[in-house]
């Protein structure tokens, strides 16, 4: 056991050597680039990085305008929801009711209390009451419902814990999120990167 730790050990390390070097090599280059330039190309560049930053935003907001989700795209984190949905597949999330009602069998994601990170699973049982609803979820690859996941003494989904009905996916295309999620490092030299390019471009 101690070889096998210390072999994983190594191979962190060695990584973890790799990308500081990465981004020592990515550090001067940006320098060099940023001391050519003058001070009108370098305002030029930092509106550039702001556009694409506010055009990011306002894409962001009109997806959940179009959708009423407040987060209109997720990724499947886990493999609950197997084989349905895969870990690393990307949602399309919608929060329509008008005509259209969430049922059993619907796939929801909701948060629940004490939770930071959404779920996505299926609606197991459905009651309506007057204009609010009661959800009982399950993860179609689990044995037992959702009572387990929920906050303490809370036996039911309402409509407050709803993010979204999902409505499409694209396979695997989020796990370039979940590898973020597991190694920061990588999420900072993705957003040095893009910065990088968008502050370097000439024109």
Request: charged content about 20%; overall charge neutral.
């Amino acid at each position: 056991i101690n070889a096998e730790y210390m072999g994983l050990r190594r191979e962190q390390l060695i990584q973890l050597a790799m990308i500081i070097q990465y981004c020592r090599t990515s550090y001067e280059e940006f320098r060099s680039i940023i001391m050519g330039m003058n001070r009108r190309q370098l305002a030029q560049q930092v509106v550039s990085l702001g556009m694409v930053i506010c055009s990011a935003l306002m894409i962001w907001k009109g997806l959940m305008f179009a959708t009423n989700s407040e987060s209109p795209i997720v990724v499947v984190l886990s493999g609950s929801m197997e084989p349905g949905f895969s870990r690393g597949d990307l949602l399309f999330l919608t929060f329509h009711e008008e005509g259209d009602p969430l049922k059993v069998g619907d796939v929801v994601v909701f948060k629940v209390e004490g939770r930071e990170i959404p779920i996505v699973h299926r609606v197991l049982r459905a009651h309506y009451y007057k204009e609010d609803f009661f959800l009982l979820t399950k993860g179609d690859n689990n044995q037992v419902d959702d009572r387990g996941l929920y906050s303490r003494g809370q036996e039911w989904l309402e409509r407050r814990h709803i993010m979204g009905r999902a409505k499409g996916f694209l396979p695997y295309v989020g796990m370039i999120t979940i590898l973020m999620n597991d190694y920061p490092q990588l999420k900072w030299l993705l957003i040095g990167f893009l910065a990088l390019l968008v502050l370097t471009n000439k024109e």
